[in-house]
């Protein structure tokens, strides 16, 4: 079974990646940040001598284009690493925004590449993490160039319910969702009409149900059966996706 931090690793680096995880909690634990939703972390066009960990809260990778249309590229939720990227680059593409209150572990450059020098079992885990955000933007791609409105946002409901189960921090398919509807098209690419239409349609179908900033995840199967062609292998084959045992059987 795939480690809940690690998904997909080749089972040879599993250790190396679990002790360099384990340095790099030990080297953050002494600077800690609190931010306020709408703060941000990081700023494009700016340099950053930063790497994170997020503690509690919601971040997401985000861009606003010249005539203030924003897309949000990426979300990341608690134990997730993030601005790994400011490590290569002088200055930063796009933003890191607070779309809930958050609280952050944090490590300078300097600091983590002294640790490279003397454990590799870090290096190997700061790799990693540039992996796993790219096999998750993939799905992010092909969301926008070919899934429908419902299938877009059925996958981004599956996918946060999974991400937050394998967190601890999600249990018998309620989760808080601190985001805006506008949130929500700007992560999906639909305008707030569409993104309203589809809340409501899977909501009278009975799916899924939103109360004050909490969702309700009620039929899994049949939410995960509208999201199944967005998903990549590996989520197909976790239940906490809503696949594996738990997905729903197929007429051959």
Sequence with gaps: ?????????????????????????????????????????????VASDTVFRLVSGWVARSRVLQDGRRSIIMMFLPRDLFGVKTFLLTEQPDSIECLADAVVLAIKHD???????????????????LGEDERRMHNYIIGLGRASAEERIATMLIE???????????ANGSYSLPLTQQDIGDLVGLTVVHVNRVLRRLNADGLVSFTRGMVQISDIAALYKKAEPILDAYERAQPEFGGGDSAPSHPS
């Design 1 to 45: 079974m795939a480690h809940a931090d690690f998904p997909l690793h080749r089972p040879e680096l599993l250790e190396s990646l679990c002790r360099g995880d384990m340095l790099l909690d030990q080297a953050m634990s002494s600077d800690r940040r609190r931010f306020r939703r709408g703060d941000e972390i990081i700023q494009t066009g």
């Design 160 to 170: 946060t319910h999974g991400r937050l189960v394998k967190a601890g921090i999600c």
């Design 111 to 129: 600091q983590l590449r002294q640790l490279f020098e003397t454990e590799p079992s870090v290096a190997l885990r700061i790799a990693f993490q």
